[in-house]
């Protein structure tokens, strides 16, 4: 992995960055099930203020990660659902790890006991990587949803903090 990386945290003002990095990922039809890029606004309003991160490569955005509410239950604060997307050039690379690690980190010192992230079940390399930083399977979503009339299994994993008890 790159010595070079930077981790920081993004606004509003990256949103057109941030933004193309998801574009990309919403073109490989095995990221999310949008179709459709969110306004800023949209995506802000669900999205936890919080724990929002970027990786900068020769000060350029090549990363981002962010996490969002499971539910508005007051019971479920501290449990929150992972999204991390790495621009096209980079993948493979380390960053998502280097990404996700800072998230965990972060979401911590933030309240967070529970991360869990819903990944597309042919997404191989995004299973073993939330895997690789101590996600477990715990199951999975049989045709959850269609993405250009295709039916879709959704993998679900979650990761317990050992430091929010």
């Known amino acids: 992995m790159n010595k070079n990386i930077q981790i920081g945290h993004f606004t509003q003002k990256d949103w057109s960055i941030i933004s ?3 574009k990309e990922g919403i073109e490989t039809g095995i990221a999310t099930f949008e179709t459709r890029l969110p306004t800023w606004e949209q995506w802000d309003a669900s999205h936890f203020a919080s724990c929002r991160i970027k990786a900068i490569l020769k000060n350029s955005i090549i990363g981002w990660a962010a996490l969002a509410p499971v539910s508005k239950r007051e019971v479920y604060k501290g449990v929150a659902e992972v999204s991390i997307y790495i621009t096209s050039k980079y993948r493979r690379l380390g960053i998502g790890a280097l990404l996700l ?9 933030a309240g967070f006991w529970t991360l869990q992230a819903g990944v597309f079940s042919i997404n191989k390399a995004s299973i073993a990587l939330h895997k690789s930083l101590g996600f477990r399977e715990i ?16 993998t679900i994993l979650e990761r317990r903090s050992k430091i929010i008890i």
């Open 20 to 22: 193309e990095i998801y």
């Open 101 to 109: 690690s800072q998230l965990i980190s972060e979401s911590e010192q």
């Open 139 to 154: 199951g999975y979503r049989e045709k959850i949803a269609t993405l250009n009339t295709v039916w879709y299994d959704n």
